[in-house]
């Protein structure tokens, strides 16, 4: 009976054994090594942990105009059309990169009510305009950019009359008799410092490339990157105007060759 039971202890010791060296111990982390993520958590992109050297508000939005200039005002018309696929605030982050010499650029999310009423204070001209200026810090909140560039929509006088064109769109001028059409793409560019958010430089988006004269004297009735196109280019109805490729591409031109002139000179230090 004694040997039985120690036979018995004896296997008993065999099997605990076995089992302890089956389990490997714990491992720990190196000297230095940085502690594995928790399952789910994100982690920052690098382009937003990175320095950032331009911070881009781009307003230019989605709103393209048709329009009718008369030389009375029962010949004025203007309609409104959503380009939500037109992709124009995407041109704007595009030229501002090509323009920004190496820079970082950080395209910033913004508050459309905010814009509203910091857009309807007055033109961007304005030797002071704090509440544009207001604007781009909150929408600047949470970065470090060396700049900061606000793009938005601009508005001119349309010839001698008293009607104006704004951002996008197509113009149709004169009476049954001589009648001329216009595509336009006007956009205003500021450039704000980092730090304080006073402004630095500003400028309309310019081609450069109509002399000032024929301005003056009436021959193109818009101060801004425009084309002229023939009447049939009109779309007969403001419907027609989203899937126009030709009127798309026009206007996605005038602005990138704009923005391509003048973005250069507004953001070299």
Same mark, same amino acid.
């Given at each position: 009976?004694?040997r039985?039971? !120690? $036979?018995t202890?004896? *296997?008993?010791?065999l099997?605990?054994?076995a089992a302890?060296?089956?389990?490997?111990?714990?491992?720990r982390?190196?000297?230095?090594?940085?502690p594995?993520? %928790?399952?789910g958590?994100?982690q920052?992109?690098? %382009?937003? %942990?990175?320095?950032? +050297?331009?911070?881009?508000?781009?307003?230019?939005?989605? &709103?393209?105009?048709v329009q009718?200039?008369?030389?009375?005002?029962? +010949?004025? /018309?203007y309609?409104p059309v959503?380009?939500?696929?037109?992709?124009l605030?995407?041109i704007?982050?595009?030229?501002v990169?090509?323009? %920004?010499?190496?820079?970082?650029?950080?395209?910033?999310?913004?508050?459309?009510?905010?814009? @509203?009423?910091a857009?309807?204070?007055?033109?961007?001209?304005?030797? &002071?305009?704090?509440?544009?200026?207001?604007?781009?810090?909150?929408?600047?909140?949470?970065?470090?950019?060396?700049?900061?560039?606000?793009?938005?929509r601009?508005?001119n006088?349309?010839?001698? $009359?008293?009607?104006?064109?704004?951002?996008?769109?197509?113009?149709?001028?004169?009476?049954?008799?001589?009648?001329r059409?216009?595509?336009f793409? !006007?956009t205003?560019i @500021?450039v704000?410092d980092?730090?304080?958010?006073?402004?630095?430089?500003?400028?309309?988006?310019? $081609?450069?490339?109509?002399?000032?004269?024929?301005?003056?004297?009436?021959?193109?009735?818009?101060?801004?990157?425009?084309?002229e196109?023939d /009447? $049939?280019?009109?779309?007969?109805?403001?419907?027609?105007?989203? +899937?126009?490729?030709? *009127?798309?591409?026009?206007?996605?031109? *005038?602005?990138?060759?704009?923005?391509?002139?003048?973005?250069?000179q507004?953001? &070299?230090?």
């Amino acid at each position: 009976m004694f040997r039985i039971c !120690l $036979t018995t202890i004896f *296997l008993f010791g065999l099997i605990a054994g076995a089992a302890a060296q089956s389990v490997p111990p714990p491992t720990r982390p190196a000297k230095g090594a940085a502690p594995k993520a %928790a399952s789910g958590s994100k982690q920052p992109a690098a %382009a937003d %942990a990175g320095p950032c +050297g331009i911070g881009l508000i781009s307003v230019v939005g989605n &709103r393209f105009g048709v329009q009718q200039v008369g030389f009375t005002m029962f +010949g004025n /018309e203007y309609a409104p059309v959503a380009i939500d696929g037109w992709g124009l605030d995407d041109i704007v982050t595009s030229r501002v990169r090509a323009a %920004a010499s190496g820079k970082s650029v950080r395209r910033l999310a913004y508050s459309p009510s905010a814009w @509203t009423q910091a857009g309807g204070s007055g033109s961007p001209m304005l030797r &002071r305009n704090p509440e544009r200026q207001e604007f781009v810090q909150q929408s600047a909140a949470g970065t470090k950019c060396q700049l900061y560039v606000l793009v938005e929509r601009f508005q001119n006088g349309f010839s001698n $009359t008293n009607q104006s064109v704004e951002g996008f769109g197509i113009v149709k001028w004169g009476n049954p008799i001589k009648r001329r059409t216009f595509l336009f793409a !006007l956009t205003y560019i @500021t450039v704000y410092d980092g730090q304080s958010f006073e402004v630095i430089k500003k400028a309309a988006a310019s $081609t450069n490339d109509e002399p000032m004269m024929s301005r003056l004297i009436g021959i193109n009735p818009i101060s801004g990157p425009n084309k002229e196109l023939d /009447e $049939t280019a009109f779309p007969a109805s403001s419907n027609e105007v989203v +899937g126009n490729q030709a *009127l798309r591409d026009g206007v996605r031109a *005038l602005l990138t060759t704009s923005l391509d002139k003048t973005l250069p000179q507004l953001l &070299r230090q």
